[in-house]
C-alpha cells in the first residue's frame, strides 16, 4: 500500500512538473547572434545556444555592407557569408531573424529624407533580400533595428514599403516590425518622440496579416542598456511592460521582444526572471525574445555577453536556461486564427480554402434564419437566406442582387456590392428586435467572401458582433480587402471576446476611399468540423487566400448619430 502511495505520490510530482514546463515558455526563445556581417560567423556559437534551448538566433547586419550603393545588387561576398549563416541556423532546426542593424538609416541618412533612401529603394533592397529565402520557413524577416529621432509617420511609410517588397517577391515567412523611438516597449505608448507608436504603427499594412511588432526594452533608468543596472526587481511587471502588453492585446497584435538585456548583479536577475515570467504569463501576446547579445565578436568583459568563455556559459545564461522553449516549441510562422486568449498559431502558408481550416463539405447548411443549436445558417448566398435583413443599415450605397464581374464564384448568382464611405456599416440581423437571438457562442466562427473589386486593394472594414441588449460584444475584428482578387475570411466567434447570445453583426467601413468591394456566401460556422455549401465552390479554386482573424486594429462601430529621452549606444 505504502509502496503504491509513494508511486502515486510522485507521478503527481512528475505531472505537475510536465504541466509547469509546458505552460512556463514562450514560443521562441533565443539571443542576438552578432555574426554575419559584423564578423566571420562561428558556428560552435550559436550550436551551442541551440544546444541548450535556444530556438531563435537575430542576426544583425549592416546595410551598407550587403548593398554599397542604393538600388545595386548585393555584394555577392557578403550575400554568401550572410545566406551561408541563415541556412546554417535553419538547417539545423532553429529560427533565423534577419536583422538589418541600421536605425531606418543608409550612411547616416534617414529613409524618406533628402538625400536618404527613397521608399522604394528601401522596398527594393527588402524584395532583393527576401528574394534570398523564399520558401524557408524557418526564416523570419526583421524590417529594421531600431528606427528613431524621425516622425513615427515616416517610419510607418518605410516600414509599408518594405514590406510591399517582400511580399512582391513571393515571400509568405512572418514579419517583425519595428516601431520608432528605438522601439522602445516603454515608450510604445507614449508622445514623447512625436506621434505614439500606438496610433501611427495600427496602420501596417501587410497583404498576409502575417507580422508582430518587435519591442526592444532594457531595465536601467533611462532604458537605453548603456549600463548594467536594473531600476527594480519588478520593473518589466510593475512599469515597462504593462502599457504595450495591453495595447496589443486590445489590437488582437503580437509582439516579440527582439532585444532585452541586464547585468550580473542580484537586482538585474530578479528584474530578468521577471521579464521571463511576465512573457509566459502573458504568451497570448508574446511570441518570444532574444537576449542582446552573444556571438563571436570581441566584446572584452561585455556587461551582457551570454557567450561562453574557455567553454563555461555566463552567469545571465543561467538565469535564461529554465525559460528556454527548445527545438520542439509549438511556433509556426504565418497568420493568426485564434481568441488573444488562447495563443494559437496556425501552421504553414495560407489556406487556399476553408476546407483547408477544418471546415469540410459534408452537407448542406441551414437556411432559416437564427439558430442556437444544430446546424450551420446560410446568412447570405445569392441573397439573404431566412429572416436576415440588412434594413437598419447606415450604408446608403450597396445593392444585394449584384450580379456581375465580382460575384462568387465568378459570374454566377448574386453577391453584395457596396462603396463604403465616411464609416458606413452593413448591419445584418434576423430579427426586428434588438433583444432576440440570431446566434450565441456555440458557433464555431463567421465566415464570408470577400473582393476588392477594381479599385478596393487594401480596403479596410471593421466586423462587431453585437450582443441581446443592442451593445457591442467584445472587440471588432479588421479585414481588408484585395483588388480583384476573392478572399475567403475567417473569424472565430471567439476571437470577437464578448459574450453571446447575438442579435446582429456589423461589417463596417474604416474610413476607406469609398472604393467598390464585394461580399458573398456569409455564414455562421456551427463549428470546426461544420459544412457550409461555400466550401465546395471555394475549392474550385486552389489559389483563394484565406483571411484568418485579422491581427490589424481592434475597433468600436461608429453608429448614426441619434438624430441625425536619448537612446545611447549600448
Known sequence: MKRLLLVSLIAIVLWMNVIRVESKTVALTGCNEVGGLFETPVPASYQHLQSIGMNIFRLPFVWETMQPTLGSPFNSTAQTIYVGL?????????????????????????????????????????????????????????????????????????????????????????????????????????????????????????????????????????????????????????????????????????????EFAGGNNPTCQACIEDFLTYCENNSDVYLGWTWWVAGPASWGNYRFLIEPVNGQDQPQTFWLKPHLAGANSSFSSVTYSASPSTNSRVSGSPSPSRAASGVTNSGTPSRSG???????????????????????SWATTYSLTYSGQYTYPSGSGNSISWNPTGYQGLYFTCTSSTTATCFDDSFYALTFMLNGGANGGNQNMSVVLRDGSGNNAGRGLVVGSVANTWTSVSLPISSFGGAGPYSSFIIQDQGNSGNTVYIDEIYLVKSQGSSVSAVSRASENSQIPQQSMSSGDTVEPTLPPSGAAARTSR
Open 86 to 258: 541563415v541556412n546554417n541556423i535553419t538547417g539545423g532546426g532553429a529560427y533565423a531573424l534577419i536583422d538589418p542593424h541600421n536605425y531606418a538609416r543608409y550612411k547616416n541618412v534617414l529613409i524618406g529624407s533628402n538625400g536618404g533612401p527613397t521608399y522604394a529603394q528601401f522596398q527594393s533592397f527588402w524584395n532583393q533580400l527576401a528574394s534570398l529565402f523564399l520558401g524557408n520557413n524557418k526564416v523570419i524577416f526583421g524590417l529594421m533595428n531600431e528606427p528613431n529621432t524621425m516622425p513615427t509617420e515616416q517610419w510607418l511609410t518605410a516600414a509599408n514599403a518594405g514590406i510591399a517588397g517582400i511580399r512582391a517577391a513571393g515571400a509568405t515567412q512572418m514579419i517583425f516590425v519595428p516601431g520608432n523611438a528605438w522601439s522602445s516597449g516603454a515608450g510604445w505608448t507614449l508622445s514623447w518622440y512625436g506621434t505614439s507608436n500606438a496610433i501611427v504603427m495600427k496602420n501596417v499594412s501587410d497583404p498576409l496579416n502575417n507580422f508582430a511588432f518587435e519591442i526592444h526594452t532594457y531595465f536601467n533608468s533611462d532604458g537605453s542598456g548603456s549600463d548594467g543596472s536594473c531600476t527594480s526587481a519588478t520593473a518589466a511587471s510593475t512599469t515597462i511592460l504593462p502599457a504595450v502588453t495591453q495595447w496589443a492585446r486590445q489590437n488582437n497584435f503580437k509582439l516579440f521582444v527582439g
Open 370 to 392: 437564427g439558430a442556437t443549436g444544430g446546424s450551420s445558417v446560410a446568412v447570405y448566398t445569392n441573397g439573404l437566406q431566412g429572416t436576415w435583413s440588412t434594413a437598419s
